[in-house]
């Protein structure tokens, strides 16, 4: 069930994203004046058709469903060559350079369109998020040393403010990867806290794996309240100590428990041992204060401790919403910097800076669309914006076969003053096909490596 709740979201994620980038092509080819012959969704062989239009437009859907075409009237294919003179000044070939150009990039700008879209939607909307407050940190990480104390709220990172945790990990993640030192504004727990500003050195920025855990890397980790309980499972170690739903825990062995976390490492490394918990029982303003021997059992097959029972460890939430010009100015400066960010990681693979084990492929696409659709529609929508992003970009890579590529063929004849050479377009052609073929593979590669 899973499986093909998978395969549906990411049909539904990858399909809709793929047709607004050939609709992209095919409305301007249609302004330009040149004649669309089909628009096809999917590659191979047509298993469905219709014919609409003055033009009698084929629209299509064929039998592989990894990508789509925009088929025009072109004199360098045989079957798509015009047949009647009335038809040659509709020829895809014929049109100035500059149209052409306009038609080969309407597929990636309609990509990035749909994201803005679809986040200002999402930002008109408001997204609940997990704040930015942290919890206690180790003093042997980064931001502890950086003079960082549980408690205190993040809100900025270089003087661009975060609201919520994703806002925070955008932040320190964009610092990493330009090698610079984030700089963090902060506050204290108190209403009166003066803010204060802790430094993360460049040198430890330069250092992050940007595809790893970055913030629990730094030792920064979200802050939690104190663990309530929420549900005590029958026949378990925590109902034979008599804890009781509702009951807040204060403390184990007379040593402060912060939140949840606390709580379970605390229970895990102790099995067959009695803890001493303490706990506040009742309605705020008659709350009793008790001590509970609470003794967990040991798990069979991790031998940590078990005590059967459940925590209400919520995070703390923030709303962020923003109206309606507002929330348009975020979506396109979200699309453009994750695009900067994308065009970035790419350079930096190239380089060696970054592996190639971040080169992801559909497998990895589809998990992550199946983990997002079960999530919610928000998170849901955010991950078909940045994917429609990361479309956009690929598609603009100067790779032939891509419309980067034919990008580049018609800036080198705007240079030039007259087209490339057939020859050269050809051997250019079969280069890129290779090219994309080892790229699709390393992805395919590394999605088996991180299934397995």
Known sequence: MNLIHTLLAFLLALGPLIVFHELGHYVVARLCGVKVLRFSIGMGRIVWSRRFGPDQTE?????????????MLDARDPSTAPTNDADLPREFTRQNVWKRIAIVAAGPIANFILAIVVMAALFMHGKEEPGTRLRAMPEASAVYKAGVRGGDVVTAVNGRPVQSWTELRWEIVRAAIDKHAAELTLRGPGPNSAPYRAVLPADRMASLDVDSDVLGVL???????????????????????????????????????ADGIDFIEAVRGAAGK?????????????????????????DPQSGKGLVKLMIAQAPEMV?????????????????????AM?????????????????????????????????????????????????????????IPVLDGGHLLYYSLEVLTGRPLPARIGEIAQRAGVGLLFMLMALAVFNDLVRLL
């Not at 919403?321 to 979200?334: H, I, S, T």
Request: charged fraction near 20%.
């Open 219 to 257: 030792g920064m980790q979200l802050w939690r309240p104190r663990p309530s309980v929420d549900k005590v499972l029958p026949d378990g170690a925590a109902a034979r100590a008599g804890l009781r739903q509702g009951d807040l825990v204060t403390s184990i062995d007379g040593k402060n428990i």
């Open 342 to 398: 994308t065009v970035k990681m790419i350079a930096k693979m190239i380089v060696g800076e970054v592996s190639l084990k971040n080169v992801t492929g559909p497998i990895t696409i589809a998990d992550v669309a199946g983990q997002t659709a079960r999530s919610g529609l928000e998170p849901f929508l955010e991950f078909i914006a940045f994917i429609s992003i990361s479309l956009g970009v690929m598609n603009l890579l100067p």
């Open 319 to 339: 709303t962020v919403k923003a109206g309606p010009l507002e929330a348009f100015a975020k979506g396109a400066q979200r699309t453009w910097e994750t695009s």
């Open 274 to 298: 009695t803890l001493l918990v303490g706990v506040q029982r009742g309605a705020e303003g008659s709350t009793a204060s008790l001590v509970l021997p609470l003794t967990p059992d040991r």
């Open 59 to 71: 629209w299509a859907i064929s039998a592989l469903p990894i990508g789509g075409y925009v088929k």
